[in-house]
């Protein structure tokens, strides 16, 4: 196989490479000029991970020609080839490239005119030595972003300058941050964080950085560079509002050569899909143009001629549809599917994943995060492993639990506490100690078939209680099914146990099916929790409920069976002597493998099951995004890349996403509009997502309040961060 001479060290060692397309070549791209882009080039760029797995990027610049965009196209074929067809393929087209590009440069990206490129060069190569003085008004840079940051060179003018947001007045030797008098403190930060990456990197530390207030120009500014400053234009809102209803909206198709030339088939015409659907026989697109994404499958066993031609098969599918140049592509081997992609899927599996009660089944992510064993003893000095299994200590402080009744709200007595009924709406305080200081929880339980009379009244008694005691509880939502692992082991040792209708209420009970089915399962922290599967007249609860990893109690008239499946633990088997306990009556206990005629007949014969052996130790990454009305409307953008405290926006709301619960972090700057309008947000990104994930518990946590549930997620969280302005600090490195 002929390789370019460049690919030599291709992949050899973790990280990242970048290739600029000149003079249809490639040429490397210094280190210290990664995320430096020439807006008339197209680029090619290599990630590795020490596992390893690869990631190429193909980006092509606003004015790059179809020579370059096609060089780079080759050349990426050909680097996916020399890397055996295994790496991840990327289209990226400026300003919109994909978030696994953009969580390579945590300082932003910064888009320059080439005409500028041999000056900008010579200053960063040769500096001070060799210029002793350097050209002035070198470039401007129009700075955009909250999480994701765009330095975009626009022309030297003060007519480029808007009120709203952040500029770099380049000279050379003198780097000014100019911010506009609408521009806030959070996009001051990541602006400073782009000029002192063009300080550290392009200039080698050789230039000095200048923080300069609208109005406070100095003379080298106003006399020398731009001129005297006219009036400076008010801010500008973004232009692209983005429909989240799209992020669910696909269709898949099938690739053929069979006749000579590349065909498609319809196999789906809209999402979720089935994994069994794709055949590794052959390739497939799946088409979410209209959110600005499309992705070519590459079958393990497809034919070379397929394979080879998957980026050319993506690009021709966006001409035939009329899709928009900038939409994203994406080239997936199996094995390699990305987040996007298998978020489509409503089944989907990575290899010998299956799903099981230590850690329920949720979307595969890019990458996979190891699980830390549980530990009670060691909660509250590893916050990692109490953000993991969601447990911010034993579940031994003090619970006080009331059930709303009559736009009321009514104390449960504490002998039933840890039974609920699917008919109710419940609030749990939660109260314990961390640190010798009291913290405090506030659970609100939804029943799937209580009232929306309920819900709302619920949803009052709970700012109530918050207000009562000074805003400083933790507010966890649960819908019914989701109970989160901390919730489970409050019961003082008995499993939580969910009724699938009724309510606790005197006289409201209604009456239960002939034949109840409850499973047991046991959490990843060893909290358990008993559900109910049906409440119905006749009974839905059939052998096909049934799960080799847990326990179930089956009663019928005519019997009680408690079936043991060969995965399930012995503190599973404990915890059905408390459904047998409030069930009544002397039960069988049966093994997997070994039941009796009787016991398929309660459960209306033998059918097939769930089989497969859980998967322990798989965790996945979790996502971070921010809630923002700054620009005129409520938006939500995702932090791309690994993301750190420093990220949570202390003027916004944050949505933390841990796959199977959902944290809203409220900063203390955030504004009432970002407050109200969030917990919305969260729901709606919950309900579009395309794997059909529903009803996760979202838990609302203040700035400074942040429990280790929370706090877990977060490498080195520092609790004295925001004693001081982050600002400042970033203002000293100046």
């Known amino acids: 196989m002929v390789s370019h001479k460049e690919f030599g060290n291709a992949g050899k060692q973790p990280g990242l490479q970048v290739w600029r397309i000149e003079n249809l070549d490639l040429k490397p791209v210094p280190k210290n000029l990664h995320g430096c882009f020439y807006t008339g080039d197209a680029y090619l760029l290599l990630y590795t991970t020490s596992a390893p797995s690869y990631n190429i990027h193909m980006w092509l610049g606003a004015e790059c020609s179809q020579d370059e965009s096609g060089a780079a196209a080759i050349f990426a074929t050909q680097l996916d080839d020399f890397l055996g067809g295994g790496p991840v393929q990327f289209r990226e087209v400026q300003n919109y490239e994909s978030n696994t590009l953009l969580g390579y440069f945590k300082s932003g990206l910064k888009y320059q005119e080439l005409k500028l490129g041999l000056r900008l060069q010579a200053i960063c190569f040769q500096l001070p030595q060799k210029i002793p003085n350097p050209p002035l008004a070198l470039r401007l840079l129009h700075v955009k972003g909250r999480r994701v940051i765009r330095a975009t060179e626009v022309g030297m003018s003060w007519s480029s300058f808007n009120k709203g947001d952040c500029f770099i007045i380049d000279l050379g030797r003198d780097i000014y941050h100019w911010c506009g ?260 929880i506030i659970y609100t339980w939804w029943g799937l078939k209580c009232t929306q009379d309920e819900l709302g009244a619920s949803a009052f008694f709970t700012v109530e209680l918050d207000n009562s005691m000074g805003g400083s509880p933790v507010q966890v939502r649960v819908t019914q099914g989701q109970e989160p692992p901390h919730l489970m082991s409050l019961f003082q040792g008995k499993p939580m146990i969910i009724h699938s209708g009724g309510t606790s209420r005197k006289g409201g009970q209604s009456q239960a099916a002939s034949t109840r089915l409850f499973h047991i399962r046991q959490s990843s922290s060893r909290a358990t929790r008993a559900v109910e599967v049906s409440y119905l007249r006749p009974s839905s609860a059939t052998a096909s409920n049934l799960n080799t990893n847990d326990v179930f109690v089956v009663k019928s008239p005519k019997a009680m069976f408690v079936w043991r499946g060969m995965g399930a633990s012995d503190e599973e088997m404990e915890a059905s002597k408390h459904v047998v306990s409030f069930l009544g009556g002397s039960p069988s206990q049966v093994s997997e493998g070994k039941e009796p005629g009787d016991f398929w007949s309660a459960l209306g014969g033998k059918k097939e099951y769930q089989t497969s052996k859980s998967l322990q130790n798989v965790v996945n990454p979790p996502r971070l995004f921010g809630c923002s009305n700054k620009s005129g409307r409520l938006s939500v953008e995702e932090v791309p890349g690994d993301f750190t405290q420093s990220d949570l926006a202390t003027d916004d709301v944050m949505l933390l996403d841990t796959w199977d619960q959902i944290f809203l972090w409220f900063g203390k700057d955030a504004n009432r509009e970002e407050k109200t309008g969030a917990p919305k947000i969260a729901k709606e990104y919950v309900d579009s997502d395309p794997s059909g994930r529903r009803g996760l518990p979202i838990t609302i946590i203040k700035q400074g309040a942040e429990p280790p549930t929370f706090i877990g997620w977060f490498q080195a969280w520092d609790a004295k961060m925001w004693d001081t302005d982050p600002f400042d600090r970033i203002r000293a490195n100046f």
């Open 181 to 440: 008098s609408e521009c806030n403190r959070y996009e001051r930060l990541k602006a400073s964080q782009v000029a002192i990456d063009i300080r550290d990197n392009e200039r080698n530390g050789r230039a000095k950085l200048h923080m300069v207030e609208e109005g406070g120009e100095p003379a080298a500014v106003t006399e020398v560079a731009l001129g005297p400053k006219p009036a400076i234009a008010p801010s500008c809102p973004d232009d692209d509002v983005v429909d989240r209803s799209n992020r669910k909206k696909g269709a898949l198709y099938m690739i053929s050569d069979a006749s000579g030339s590349m065909k498609l088939s319809s196999v789906a015409p809209c999402s979720p899909f089935k994994q069994a659907m794709l055949s590794p026989e052959e390739c497939y697109i799946l088409d979410n143009g209209v959110d600005g994404n499309i992705f070519v499958w590459k079958g393990p066993k497809a034919n070379m001629a397929e394979r080879k031609a998957a980026m050319s098969a993506g690009q021709q599918f966006i001409k035939d549809k009329g899709y928009s140049h900038k939409t994203q592509i994406q080239v997936l081997p199996a094995g390699a599917e990305t987040t996007l992609f298998k978020q489509f899927f409503s089944d989907w599996r990575d290899k010998d994943e299956t799903t099981g009660p230590r850690k329920p089944y949720t979307m595969s992510r890019i990458a996979k995060v190891e699980q830390v064993p549980f530990d009670a003893s060691t909660l509250h000095s590893n916050k990692a492993m109490a953000a993991q299994h969601g447990m911010v200590d034993d579940g031994k402080g003090k619970v006080q639990i009331w059930r709303v009744e009559n736009g009321d709200k009514l104390p449960v007595d504490p002998s039933s506490y840890g039974h609920f009924y699917g008919g109710d709406c419940y609030l749990i305080l939660y109260s314990y100690k961390l640190g010798g200081r009291e913290q405090h």
